[in-house]
C-alpha cells in the first residue's frame, strides 16, 4: 500500500493528473482489479481519496498545483532593439503559487543592457502580458518593428519615453511612442 501511495504522488507531481488504474496496477506489477482492490481499500481507511476517477492523497489534496502554461517565445534584446520575431519554442509551467495569475510568456535575453538589473545574456524573463506599464517598471517595448527589454520612463511634459538600459556604460533610448508589450516579473537564471 506503501508503494502505490508513493506511486500515485509520483506520478502526479511529475504529470499533474491522477494515474489511470491500469498504470497503478503496472507500477505495482499486478492487475487491474487488484490495483482498484487496494485503491477502495485504502479508500476505507483514510490511506487516500478515491471517488472513482481520481487518486489523491492528502500530500497532493494539500499542493497547489495550479499551473500557467508560458509560452517561449524565441529571444529579446538586452542592448539596442532588435527585429521582432516571435519564435514559438515550447510550452513552461509557471506555478501558480509561485508566479501568480495572469497571462505570462518566456523570452531569453542577450545582450548586456540590464545587467545592473540582475538580468544577464542566457537569462529567462517571465513576462506578464499588459499593454500599459508604470513608471520605472521593466518592459519589453515594441519600437516601430524592433523590441527591447528595458526600464520605461515616460516623461509627459517633454511627450518623450526613456527607454533607460540598467548599464552604466549604456545610453537612454528616447522615443515619442513605444508600445508596451508586457512587464518583466521574473528572471530565471541561466547558470
Request: aromatic content about 10%.
Amino acid at each position: 500500500m506503501k508503494e502505490i501511495q508513493e506511486f500515485v504522488e509520483d506520478y502526479f507531481f511529475e504529470y499533474h493528473q491522477s494515474p489511470s488504474m491500469q498504470k497503478v496496477a503496472d507500477a505495482i506489477g499486478t492487475s487491474k482489479s487488484t490495483a482498484y482492490y487496494y485503491i477502495t481499500e485504502m479508500s476505507q481507511k483514510g490511506m487516500l481519496h478515491y471517488d472513482g476517477k481520481n487518486i489523491e492523497t492528502s500530500r497532493i489534496q494539500k499542493s497547489d498545483y495550479k499551473m500557467n502554461r508560458a509560452p517561449v517565445l524565441g529571444s529579446i534584446g538586452c542592448g539596442s532593439p532588435e527585429l521582432t520575431e516571435e519564435n514559438f519554442e515550447e510550452f513552461v509551467a509557471l506555478p501558480v503559487a509561485l508566479f501568480g495569475e495572469g497571462d505570462f510568456f518566456v523570452l531569453r535575453t542577450h545582450g548586456h543592457s540590464m545587467i545592473d538589473a540582475g538580468i544577464d545574456e542566457g537569462d529567462m524573463v517571465v513576462v506578464k502580458k499588459q499593454n500599459h506599464a508604470n513608471y520605472g517598471d521593466i518592459v519589453v517595448a515594441l519600437i516601430g518593428n524592433e523590441t527591447t527589454l528595458k526600464t520605461y520612463y515616460p516623461e509627459t511634459e517633454k511627450r518623450i519615453v526613456r527607454l533607460h538600459p540598467e548599464n552604466a556604460n549604456m545610453n537612454d533610448i528616447i522615443v515619442k511612442e513605444c508600445s508596451i508589450q508586457g512587464i518583466a516579473k521574473y528572471v530565471i537564471k541561466n547558470l
